[in-house]
């Protein structure tokens, strides 16, 4: 298995970009999310999903976008990038639908917004 | 909001010493894990523990929890170079409905050779 794997690695965005981080994972994994981590600010959740279908917010949602039309995708699209958006991605997921089990974390996309 | 606090932020060893990482909690939980960071990769699970167990070993490493407290603790004995990393506490919060981690902010651990 390849488990959660993310593209592109790195990425340098001007100001009112969008663009779409893209995470899959291959582990028939029901719960998947994504995550942004800052500088002495730990992880913090954007979005997650318990299933294809089904999305809802984290802690801090506004300025992404999420879908889930498959188990294995879930793709995270930022609308019009901005300098506060510069930070590390990681998507994760764990078997069942739940957010609180054993978390399975890719190696992340690495966001620069000039 | 971040729950686990780590404690202390960064830490400095030798190789072949033990290294103790602490994690700090304000709400009763369900469990808590702690994840392993390399430097430029994702976190990588260790271990978890649930509120009703008070210690738990995998390999090198050790992890107590205390409920009355509302702390934990990861123990690596006979440190590696390659245990040099950010370590992050991670708590499930017996919150209703509660469907999400709440990771602390990190220790960092560098083991010199």
């Known amino acids: 298995n390849a488990g959660v794997t993310q593209t592109p690695k790195f990425q340098v965005l001007k100001t009112g970009q969008s663009m779409t981080l893209q995470c899959a994972q291959d582990m028939n994994h029901e719960y998947m999310s994504w995550y942004r981590q800052d500088p002495g600010m730990g992880l913090r959740l954007i979005h997650y999903?318990?299933?294809?279908?089904?999305?809802d917010q984290g802690e801090v949602p506004n300025g992404y976008n999420v879908s889930r039309s498959t188990t294995e995708d879930f793709p995270l699209r930022l609308l019009s990038a901005a300098p506060s958006q510069t930070s590390v991605y990681f998507c994760a997921s764990s078997y069942y639908g739940r957010g609180t089990d054993t978390q399975y974390f890719g190696p992340g996309t690495r966001l620069t917004v000039l | 909001s971040q729950q686990g606090e780590e404690d202390p932020q960064a830490l400095s060893i030798q190789e072949g010493e033990n290294a103790t990482m602490n994690c700090s909690y304000k709400?009763?939980?369900?469990?808590l894990q702690w994840y392993r960071q390399n430097s430029g990769r994702g976190l990588v699970h260790l271990i978890l523990i649930r509120s009703n167990e008070r210690e738990k070993h995998s390999g090198r490493l050790r992890v107590t929890l205390d409920t009355s407290k509302k702390s934990s603790s990861l123990l690596i004995t006979a440190s590696r170079a390659a245990d040099t990393a950010s370590y992050f506490c991670?708590?499930?919060?017996?919150?209703?409905?509660?469907?999400?981690?709440?990771f602390g902010k990190g220790n960092q651990v560098v083991v010199i050779p």
């Open positions: 991670a708590t499930d919060p017996q919150i209703y409905g509660n469907n999400r981690l709440a």
């Open positions: 999903s318990v299933g294809a279908g089904i999305t």
């Open positions: 709400t009763s939980i369900n469990n």
